[in-house]
């Protein structure tokens, strides 16, 4: 049986929706998403930590 996320569904579809858009927007000197910016996004927005291989698999893959 899986853990809960520590994510709300709502703030998934958040992350889910930043996909659409370049990291750069977020002040990231990159513009494609890879599973390290994404993190280190997920972090400064919710506060939650995630490793770089769980952000693939849920959010890149």
Known sequence: MARPSKLSEEQA?????????????????????DAETLRDQIHAAFDIEYSVPHVKRTFLD
Do not use: K, R
Not at 16 to 24: G, K, N, R, T, Y
């Open 13 to 33: 579809e958040e992350v889910a929706s930043w996909l659409d858009a370049s990291p750069d927007a977020f002040g990231f000197d990159t513009e494609t998403w």
